[in-house]
């Protein structure tokens, strides 16, 4: 089988699985798998629009940007820009940046999906990413955070949370940069440089030596992962933000409780 088809089929998967169809925010960070979903969405019926968050880092977040716009440009779409320091958050200022990056990437896809109607927001998340996610947090005994070990995760539209879709859930990382060089996609090859040398890297390394001697074990993994996930206790509530009206844990969102803090630095 030809490896678009493959690649192609892989997604399609996804997609009648869940059922997915409408209206999907498409969330670009200029690197090379968001490019990848992104291009192959555009192969189904659905209605894209695509977004790009700029979180301020200098010397990053504008190159991102501009490989976001230039694909966005290519696919005949406009791209829509959410920047953070409009809310008033100012990355540098934090200690905790990758986590406060988190939780604002989460927060802004979530409202900018909500407010243009959209039913899914798609993300560029791979099956690498995913498997070493979960390797990780094994290593860590942190499996709560298996929570969402799966291609698409409900949405609730009483707390106007909107659902997520991860179109590249069961494709490798070489298979997305084959697919993006196959198509000649820009991309920015550039890490964050907030990234540290994080101990997924050789997690990743470790998970993708075993593939090579056992061809499929990780789509194994991804698939086992999802059974627990399925089988995990969900209790925890969600509701309200009391300030925004978004998901929150807790009476105030994370995000409100970050814009009033930099409100005061
Ligand atoms: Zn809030």
């Not at 009648?16 to 999907?24: A, E, M, Q």
């Not at 999906?113 to 390797?135: Q, R, V």
């Not at 206790?233 to 933000?241: D, N, V």
Request: include cysteine.
């Amino acid at each position: 089988m030809d490896f678009e088809k493959y690649f192609m089929g892989r997604i399609r998967s996804v997609i009648d699985r869940y059922k997915i169809k409408g209206c999907i925010a498409m969330a670009l960070s200029g690197g090379k798998d968001s490019m990848a979903a992104f291009h192959a969405l555009t192969n189904f019926k659905f209605k894209l629009i695509p977004f790009y968050i700029d979180l301020g880092i200098e010397g990053y977040s504008e190159k991102c940007e501009k490989y976001a716009k230039e694909i966005a440009t290519m696919l005949g779409y406009e791209l829509h820009v959410v920047r953070l320091k409009d809310y008033g958050i100012d990355l540098s200022k934090e200690k905790k940046k990758c986590s406060v990056c988190g939780t604002a990437k989460r927060y802004l896809m979530n409202k900018f999906a909500f407010e243009n109607g959209c039913n899914y927001i798609a993300t560029g998340h791979n099956l690498s990413d995913a498997i070493t996610f979960a390797f990780n947090n094994l290593a860590s005994v942190n499996i709560l955070n298996f929570r969402g070990m799966k291609p698409v995760l409900e949405g609730n539209e009483n707390v106007r949370m909107v659902a997520r879709f991860k179109p590249l859930f069961y494709l490798k990382d070489d298979e997305c940069m084959k697919y993006v060089e196959m198509n000649k996609l820009p991309y920015c090859n550039e890490k964050c440089p907030y990234q540290k040398e994080a101990p997924t890297v050789e997690l990743k390394k470790w998970i993708h030596e075993l593939e090579e001697k056992r061809n499929g074990i990780m789509l194994n993994f991804a698939k086992s992962f999802e059974k627990i996930e399925e089988r995990m206790e969900k209790k925890q509530e969600i509701r309200q933000c009391s300030i925004c009206g978004y998901p929150s844990y807790g009476k105030i969102c994370k995000f409100c409780r970050l814009r009033e803090k930099h409100a005061k630095i």
